[in-house]
Nanobody
Framework: QVQLVESGGGLVQAGDSLRLSCAASGRTFNSYAMGWFRQAPGKEREFVAGISWSGSSTYYADSVKGRFTISRDNAKNTNSLQMNSLKPEDTAVYYC?????????????????WGQGTQVTVSS
């Protein structure tokens, strides 16, 4: 059974940092792109960051560029999202996902496996 499990969410103040982690089990995703999405109350799920299968290529939403960094460890079947300089507008449930493509994709429909999400709340 394939599972993606996120961890690392929490309540922080504006300007603080958090590191989200995603652990995959049930199969290896070394040849899959991985990504992070988020969904705030009343809003659609949106792309945050993505990374290619090798980790050599990354892509970020404009709203997080320069503040968030995605990375992966294929040996451990994990990836992480380092979030710095957090803002109240970053408050959302964050989801880890994988797409059966080697290269980064921002399209939500391309992602076939999803985690259950982890809550990030940033207070002002």
């Amino acid at each position: 059974q394939v599972q993606l499990v996120e961890s690392g969410g929490g309540l922080v103040q504006a300007g603080d940092s958090l590191r989200l982690s995603c652990a995959a089990s049930g199969r290896t995703f070394n040849s899959y792109a991985m990504g992070w999405f988020r969904q705030a109350p009343g809003k659609e799920r949106e792309f945050v960051a993505g990374i290619s299968w090798s980790g050599s290529s990354t892509y970020y939403a404009d709203s997080v560029k320069g503040r968030f960094t995605i990375s992966r460890d294929n040996a451990k079947n994990t990836n992480s999202l380092q979030m710095n300089s957090l803002k109240p507008e970053d408050t959302a449930v964050y989801y880890c996902a994988t797409a059966p493509t080697a290269y980064v994709t921002t399209r939500l429909s391309s992602y076939t496996y999803w985690g259950q999400g982890t809550q990030v709340t940033v207070s002002s």
